[in-house]
């Protein structure tokens, strides 16, 4: 594993990485491996202003590459892009696997069909988009204004696509008797995911002035997942609502999902000692690892709904 060491010139302190060090089994000496593997990581006040977003995190950073591959490259030496990278992407791999092998993971029952795996594979495919556009967006957010630009909105556009198809999924098990209320919360919710898709994609919408139109448009898509369920209060009474879309593991997702968002927009715990979380612990990490806690949340509710709607055919 690579280790971080802190380099004090006389005129500048600069953070360098050197990976590797010790691996001389083919003859090289340290100073040759050295050489071969020294990446050099960058303070805020070195990095161009485009690349600028938090600064409370002041060192550890990868300057513009211009080149996909030195993108790549920084893949095998640790960064402060790192944790965001690595957390979304080893549990987007995750998602990945588990769709296509979760004919092997489920309980089948004798009124399984095919629409219940498309069902449950539909957040599978959600959830591994979300976490591989977001740690794509993270590898090669060094590379340029404009690939950071379009990671960027790739990166929302994920987002949009994990809310729809967590939605869509757990609604078809929910409302699994009552294909009216299914399908028109569907609808509201790909209206409310194509608005959201649209403002993060378009650059006209991105702009300062949309800024507030654009979260506000975020904020209802997300309070519009409480519309179904209070349909199905309704509709079917408190009890019964908690039990069909195993509401108490969506009720946890929504408190992680917003508990991360809120610590990242506030930059906690970075904004309090600024440059201690520069490479492991800033509020953009815990907000990652929230969005895969939250992610497993609405798996194992979506798993016991289904279940539950096959128990009882
Ligand atoms: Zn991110």
């Known amino acids: 594993m690579p280790k971080t060491i802190q380099k004090r010139g006389n005129t500048s302190t600069t953070t360098v990485v050197e990976g590797i060090i010790n691996n001389t089994d083919n003859g090289d000496s340290i100073e040759q491996v ?30 513009e590459t211009n080149s996909f591959k030195g993108c790549l490259h920084s893949l095998f030496y640790v960064h402060n892009e790192s944790g965001n990278v690595y957390s979304h992407l ?6 990945f696997f588990t769709m296509v092998l979760n004919k092997y993971g489920i309980t089948i029952y004798s009124t399984t069909s095919i629409v219940d795996y498309l069902m449950i594979d539909l957040f599978f495919f959600g959830a591994f988009c979300c976490l591989i556009l977001s740690s794509l967006f993270h590898c090669f957010k060094s590379h340029s204004l404009k690939v950071a630009t379009l990671g960027n909105k790739l990166d929302y556009l994920g987002i949009v696509i994990l809310i729809v198809t967590s939605m869509i999924s757990i609604m078809y098990f929910g409302f ?9 919360f569907s609808s509201l919710t790909f209206l409310f995911g194509g608005a959201c898709a649209t403002v993060s994609l378009k650059d006209h919408f991105r702009s300062r002035e ?16 409480i519309l179904p369920i209070l349909a199905g209060t309704f509709y079917y009474g408190i009890e019964e609502t908690f039990i069909r879309i195993q509401l108490k593991w969506i009720i946890l997702e929504g408190f992680f999902y917003i508990f991360g968002a809120f610590l990242y927009g506030v930059r906690f715990p970075e904004k309090y000692v600024p440059g201690s979380f520069d490479i492991w612990g800033h509020s953009h990490q815990i907000f990652h690892i929230l969005v895969v806690v939250a992610a497993f949340c609405h798996l194992r509710g979506l798993l016991s709904s289904y279940e539950i709607v096959h128990s009882r055919l």
């Open 34 to 63: 050295k050489r071969k593997v020294v990446y050099k990581l960058y303070r805020w006040d070195e990095i161009p202003e485009w690349q600028k977003d938090n600064e409370h995190i002041i060192s550890g950073y990868v300057r």
């Open 90 to 95: 080893l549990p987007g791999v995750f998602f």
């Open 210 to 225: 949309w800024r507030p139109y654009r979260a506000g448009l975020f904020v209802a898509f997300g309070l519009s997942a």
């Open 176 to 184: 699994f008797d009552n294909p009216l209320f299914f399908y028109f």
